[in-house]
């Protein structure tokens, strides 16, 4: 070093610090440690390649724009098998979920990136969480009075209308379907489409159960073929659990879960394991009624035959009685109009003298009495005529008495039937006389 010059610094080019940084990272978090990490799912994608690149942060620092992001790499090899994993404990990695996980650093020179290689999920973390999720949203449910609110509702004895909470087109949709439609029933379906499975399929869902229930419908029927637990975990979502239990009409499900039951099957009126034990609950409660009025038919039927047969048996007796009778009064007249017929031989002839001799008495008797019945009537008619001349309305106007009557005929009486302007007819003895009355005088003795 010449004398005067600065002295030499220690300087490094970014490869050589990159390899420091390398060394100290490799130094610190060697291969053989075991790295887990704990953090909060902020953003998840899966690259067309199966790649999948994953930013976790701190759940504190959720929210905030400073929050650190540790970036995560999972490649395809681990990606799917670990997807396959999840969905079979009826996991499905989603945004804003809490994650354990295990991985080795990496520190990407070209970019000065350090980044974790994804290597394991804690499942039995996720899980447990799962659970205590589970357990919390039933718990709620209790504590609102609705985890058997459902099963409180009364049910239809024939329901008939029914609607549909699923998606057209898929198998457990049509499975259901066909169990109305193959039955002699006739059912009124009405279908709220919805997304069974995936990111929209717990709001589709709500949404369908809410509209539904508006209709004033006898049933509603969520119904979903089966699946992975991952596929079916959107049933175990609040939001459905909640629309099923505060609904006013009955929900059964018709979910196709291979486990355990879903929320949704626990808070519904009733749960069946897939959609066409769905289907056949509801045909075999509307045949059941059926059958009942079947039965019901069939035992008045029988009644009816019965009495009929009674009946019929009871005017056999009624008859064979009344032709048993009849011969016998026949008999007895038979026997009553012989014995007139020899009467009727043997009687005439005195009878006819008796009843000639009888006779003649009576007319002799007769003709004195008539004469005098009709002497005594000639005088009555003469003074009946006498008394009749002497009343003779003829004979009455002809001395100046006259007859007064309104123009109907009727006779007038006293002045009060009058007003004035009214037509009066006077009938003297040569003739009448047609009046109009222009005024009215009261006697001096009616007036006071």
């Given amino acids: 070093m010449t004398q005067g010059a600065a002295p030499e610094r220690p300087t490094l080019s970014i490869a050589e610090f990159y ?5 100290a990272l490799s130094a610190v978090f060697p291969r053989s440690r075991e790295l887990w990490i704990r953090g909060e799912l902020q953003k998840l994608t899966v690259a067309r390649s199966g790649h999948a690149y994953l930013d976790l ?105 029914v609607g549909v909470v699923g998606s057209p087109g898929t198998e457990g949709y049509k499975d259901f379907l066909g169990q109305l439609e193959r039955s002699p029933f006739g059912f ?12 929209s ?40 659990a909640f629309a099923i239990a505060r609904a006013s009409t009955p929900v059964l499900t018709g979910i196709g879960h291979t486990g355990d039951e879903a929320v949704a099957d626990l808070v519904a009126h009733e749960a069946h394991i897939t959609p066409t034990a769905c289907g056949a609950a509801l045909v075999a409660r509307v045949a ?34 009344l032709v048993a009778t009849a011969r016998r009064v026949v008999e007895a007249q038979e026997r009553e109009m012989a014995h007139v017929r020899r009467l009727l031989v043997s009687a005439p002839s005195a009878t006819l003298a008796r009843e000639q001799t009888l006779l003649a008495s009576k007319g ?20 009946t005529r006498r008394l009749l001349s002497a009343f003779d309305p003829a004979r009455t ?8 009557t309104d123009e109907d005929g009727r006779i007038l009486r006293s002045v009060a039937e009058l007003e004035r302007g009214a037509t009066i007819v006077t009938t003297m003895v040569d003739g009448t006389i047609d009046s109009r009355v222009e005024g009215i005088r009261l006697n001096e003795a009616e007036e006071a």
């Fill in 19 to 23: 390899d420091e940084v390398q060394a």
């Fill in 57 to 161: 942060i701190d759940a504190a620092s959720a929210g905030d724009a400073r929050a650190p992001v540790l970036s995560i790499n999972c490649w395809k090899p681990k990606w799917g098998p670990l997807t396959r994993q999840l969905g079979e404990e009826g996991i499905t990695l989603e945004e804003g979920m809490a994650l354990t996980i295990k991985g080795s650093i990496n520190f990407y020179a070209p970019r000065g990136q350090v980044s974790l290689t994804l290597e394991e999920v804690d499942v039995e973390a996720l899980l447990g969480r799962l659970a205590r999720q589970r357990a919390e949203l039933i718990e709620s449910l209790r504590a609102e009075g609705l985890l058997n609110a459902q099963r409180e509702l009364p049910f239809a004895e024939v329901p008939l209308r």
């Fill in 188 to 199: 009124e379906v009405i279908v709220a489409r919805a997304a069974v499975q995936g990111s």
């Fill in 201 to 240: 399929s717990v709001a589709e869902v709500t949404a369908g159960i809410e509209g539904l229930d508006s209709l004033g419908l006898d049933v509603i029927c969520v119904v979903r073929g089966g699946g992975s637990k991952a596929d079916l975990a959107g049933f175990d979502a609040p939001q459905i």
């Fill in 288 to 321: 059941e009624f059926w059958n009942g009025v079947a039965e019901s038919a069939q035992s008045c039927a029988e009644a009816a035959r019965s009495l009929v047969v009674s009946e019929a048996e009871a005017h056999r007796l009624v008859r064979t009685q």
């Fill in 364 to 383: 002799a008797r007769l003709i004195p009495s008539a004469r005098r019945h009709l002497q005594g009537a000639q005088g009555n008619l003469v003074a």
């Fill in 397 to 404: 106007m002809a001395r100046g008495w006259t007859m007064t």
